[in-house]
């Protein structure tokens, strides 16, 4: 047992262990590649604002005075956020600024290949067009965009609309005033020179979350299917609930470079409130795992996430004004529930707590840093830390259910080996009580054959022999027929013999044995023997114990020929009649009446009661010449009367 579970240990921990260390090595891989693409950074420019109202969309060309006028910034260019509350918030009416960037590109050599612009990040809540010496050569949509802090952009400057290489670059960004309006530097070079950058970001900050967050829900959506067959395990439910609120809470990540199904507002609704409920699910999860329940901890959590949930539907507070009591709970309540955890994963000793909770801790760490960059303490060219604690949540809860899916199997694999012992341990018991049993009856078959024979040879022989040897004391040898007295011990003798032969259902070949025996004797008498016998079914009831009755009928029948009718011929037939087998002991001779016999003859009774004991009947008919005695066997064992 010992091994076992230290292989299960190794063959739970060393995969991810390597699959982490491979994470590790190719982060570092491609931040050596993107430190050393090439590409020329374009850092300095000009900035010009403009407050408007509502949404408009961005010229065809750029304004010329957009080289001399405004002042001059150093990309990236983040101004703090001004949070004032709004009156309107609908787009049509919402207080927004157009800001524009003024680039000067540095002479570049015209060697005829194609450039491109690559704009690592841009943070607007709404439109941004690029413009390459006056032309517009890109424009997202006019609509509120929640991707535009997340999604890399890679724009090739066509050669038919300006000149090549361009000498300058506007950027025109309409934001919600006071709140947006950061931009990252911009590189322009060939593609081979830029692609490198662009990839590895497009990879880090959006691919990877969309990947992950997507093959986290269709493992969720397997594993409710799963809590759907076995309802009495929870952490199924709680798994999907899970990766669904990861799923919503990650989508801004991926999501909103194109309009979105819904409104912005209730988009934004949704990554706001995710947050609470995932905190919530989280808890119970890490509960459901070291099996101890909190509810005060879980009524608090769920009583917050219900109130910030209702405070942040779209149009019932302001955002700028819920914003910083909604960033602080959230931290709040992240924080009190992973320590929790990590304090209930100790005392109870779950290793999988243990390290959720901490992972939650390492989450809330990566909001605090997120936040920063939302607010521009940080520097926007820098990546959201949560996409990638995200990714972490997937894999995380991957080895949390892989394990439980392992130790599951150890345990049905331990449960089958005990069952396959406890079989053969009971399989062992009973061949040896079969055995015994076995044993038993054949003792008890040898004690009742041994039974029957010392029964037979004492009513048949033994009586025979007796009757003649008090016949010799009593001086009455004149009296006696000694050659018919040693004749019947002779036939008794042999036809107990007869009946030790295995016959196998087969009563032909129990009359063919009586046949070879009497036949000689019925020829030393001068009395033919014409035997008919047709095809009969087997007697399934026929054994060695029934065999010596139908011998001993058969036996007295025709010594009763000999003895008392004085014929000549004597037929035996054997016919199926129904369910029936019909045995007749016909002779040619005197013929008698049964009831007429003496009352102290024992030869017919003895007949009668074998007969009954093998569930028979025998019946003795009187014909035109001489008699016949009938004998009826049944062929199954339920007796039928003689008809």
């Known amino acids: ?72 910034v150093t990309m990236p260019h983040a101004p703090a956020p001004v949070f004032a509350p709004t009156a309107e918030t609908s787009p049509q009416k919402i207080a927004t600024r157009v800001t524009w960037y003024s680039l000067s590109v540095p002479p570049l050599p015209d060697d005829g290949r194609q450039l491109y612009l690559y704009i690592p990040r841009w943070k607007s809540d709404g439109s941004l067009a690029v413009y390459a010496d006056g032309h517009l050569i890109h424009q997202s949509h006019a609509n509120l965009q929640w991707n535009g802090s997340n999604e890399p952009l890679l724009i090739k400057v066509p050669r038919t609309d300006v000149s090549h290489p361009p000498h300058r670059l506007d950027i025109r960004m309409q934001h919600v005033r006071g709140i947006g309006g950061a931009f990252s530097s911009v590189w322009i070079g060939t593609y081979r020179q830029l692609a490198p950058r662009y990839t590895i970001r497009e990879i880090l900050q959006v691919q990877l979350t969309s990947f992950s967050s997507f093959a986290f829900l269709a493992t969720g959506v397997f594993a409710f299917f799963v809590w759907l067959t076995r309802r009495n395990e929870p952490i199924y439910l709680l798994y999907f609930l899970t990766s669904a609120l990861v799923f919503l809470r990650m989508l801004h990540t991926f999501v909103g470079v194109h309009p979105l199904i819904i409104s912005d507002a209730w988009f934004g609704w949704l990554t706001v409130a995710s947050p609470y409920w995932m905190i919530v699910v989280l808890h119970l999860f890490v509960a459901e795992l070291h099996g101890k329940r909190q509810p005060w901890l879980t009524g608090a959590a769920l009583l917050v996430s219900i109130v910030s949930t209702i405070a942040t539907l779209p149009g019932l507070i302001d955002p700028t004004l819920m914003s910083a009591p909604v960033y602080v709970n959230l931290l709040i309540l992240g924080v009190v529930v992973a320590f929790n955890g990590v304090r209930q994963s100790v005392r109870f000793k779950s290793r999988d707590a243990m390290l959720l909770s901490i992972w939650c801790l390492i989450t809330v760490v990566s909001g605090i840093y997120d936040l920063g960059l939302q607010q521009n303490l940080i520097s926007i060219e820098s990546v959201f830390v949560s996409n990638f604690t995200g990714v972490g949540f997937t894999l995380l809860f991957w080895y949390i259910m892989f394990g439980r899916y392992i130790e599951a199997l150890e345990t049905a694999t331990q449960a089958k080996a005990d069952l396959a012992r406890r079989l053969a341990q009971r399989e062992a018991e009973l061949t040896a009580s079969h055995a015994k049993l076995r044993e038993v009856e054949r003792r008890e078959l040898l004690h009742q054959e041994r039974q029957r024979l010392m029964q037979d040879m004492h009513d048949g022989l033994g009586s025979t022999l007796v009757g003649a040897l008090r016949a010799f004391e009593g001086g009455k040898t004149a009296e006696l027929d000694t050659v018919g007295i040693l004749r019947g011990c002779i036939d008794d003798l042999k036809l107990t013999i007869d009946s030790m032969e295995p016959v196998e259902t087969d009563l032909l070949l129990l009359l063919a044995t009586l046949r070879f025996r009497l036949q000689p004797r019925l020829e030393a008498a001068g009395v033919k023997l014409v035997w008919d016998a047709g095809e009969v079914p087997p007697l399934e009831w026929l054994d060695q114990r029934h065999a010596l009755h139908i011998l001993r009928i058969m036996q007295e029948a025709i010594a009763n020929v000999l003895k008392h009718s004085g014929a000549k011929t004597l037929t035996v037939s054997v016919r199926a009649e129904g369910d029936q087998v019909l045995v007749r002991v016909q002779d040619d001779g005197r013929g008698f009446e049964p009831a007429g016999l003496p009352a102290g003859g024992r030869g017919l009774a003895n007949q009668l009661s074998r007969a009954e004991a093998i569930g028979g009947a025998i019946r003795w008919e009187e014909t035109q010449r001489g008699s016949s005695l009938a004998l009826a066997l049944p062929v199954s064992k339920v007796r039928r009367p003689l008809s």
């Open 1 to 72: 047992m010992a091994s076992s579970r230290l292989a299960l240990t190794q063959h739970r921990w060393f995969p991810w262990v390597a699959w982490v260390l491979a994470g590790l090595v190719a982060l570092g891989v491609a931040f050596v590649i993107e430190s050393r693409s090439g590409g020329h950074r374009l850092t300095a420019a000009r900035m010009t604002t403009s407050d408007t109202t509502g949404y408009q969309l961005p010229p065809a060309t750029s304004p010329e005075s957009l080289r001399t006028s405004g002042r001059a």
